[in-house]
């Protein structure tokens, strides 16, 4: 069966008959742009021996198109209202489970290990922006097998996932997203793609997870402290931002810190690659 509810008129349809509207509590903006939707899947690289991990289905719009692509869907969707409509819409799919739950409270390992024999899992999701940022770190930290994720989010929370050093943009997510994956900017996307319209740009990003973290550190709880403790006043030296912010570590145990790792203590965080930060927590590690 061809995905349909690309189409707005379908997805303006499907809405009516089942008396919907966008809940604004859940970040819903339903997608009707049917290119879209195919570079969706496409960045994705889904194929026909992939199963999927879709976050937020809504009404099916994105699931459709992933269910005809790949081997196997699971579609996790919060708004206990939708499930009828997703029983409808995707009807024509024998391929799809969806499940009611929170993403932040389901156990993604299980999922994979139940219908996919433990093996790498792809995901893919039209994020409710409220809290893209959660979601992304949950998926990246929480230790489940996932190969790559494709995520339409906000355009400027997809160039904090991207930015270096010294940009505005560059921060404590851009560090987590880049140290666990690579984040490549797929296109940007006109709230005209979208029922209703968002107030904002959006873009789809594809985050292509590392085997293994971008770089090695000692302790990994240390390096995300050192990291929030950096950008947490991003106007300060990093040396005060870490003394006030990673508790244990005083203003001479950080100086040290400096020093070991070759780094100026008059720099700020916005200013430090991954590698430097890594350098710099493995250099605390060996003072705590």
């Given at each position: ?12 349809a ?17 997608l ?7 570079d969706?899947?496409r ?18 719009t ?91 989010v ?54 292509r ?51 070991a ?28």
């Amino acid at each position: 069966m061809e995905p349909y509810l690309g189409k707005a008129a379908y997805t303006a349809a499907v809405l009516r008959s089942h008396h919907i509207s966008a809940r604004k509590k859940y970040g819903q903006n339903f997608l009707v742009d049917p290119g879209v939707l195919e570079d969706t899947v496409r960045a994705a690289e889904i194929g026909p021996d992939d199963f999927v991990l879709e976050i937020g289905p809504g009404i099916g719009t994105l699931t459709q198109y992933l269910a005809s692509a790949a081997r196997a869907v699971c579609a996790v969707e919060i708004d206990r209202s939708l499930l009828p409509v997703l029983e409808n819409t995707l009807s024509g799919w024998n391929n799809v489970t969806v499940v009611e739950g929170d993403i932040l409270k389901t156990d993604i390992s299980r999922i994979a290990e139940e219908q996919n024999g433990g093996k790498p899992i792809k995901v893919a999701a039209n994020l409710p922006y409220y809290i893209t940022t959660p979601i992304v770190l949950s998926l990246l930290t929480g230790g489940a097998p996932i190969r790559g994720m494709t995520f339409m989010v906000q355009k400027e929370v997809a160039l904090r996932m991207q930015a270096g050093p010294g940009s505005k943009d560059y921060g404590a997510l851009s560090l987590a997203v880049q140290y666990f994956s690579d984040p490549v900017l797929v296109r940007d996307v006109p709230p005209s793609a979208f029922i209703p319209q968002p107030g904002v740009t959006s873009s789809l990003i594809h985050l292509r997870k590392y085997g293994e973290p971008k770089v090695r550190v000692r302790d990994e709880k240390l390096l995300f402290s050192l990291i929030r403790a950096s950008f947490n006043q991003r106007r300060k030296k990093l040396m005060n931002g870490i003394t006030g912010g990673i508790p244990g570590v005083s203003a001479e145990m950080a100086a040290a810190a400096f020093a070991a790792a070759g780094i100026d203590p008059g720099i700020r965080g916005e200013r430090l690659t991954l590698g430097e930060f890594a350098a710099l927590s493995d250099a605390l590690s060996d003072l705590l």
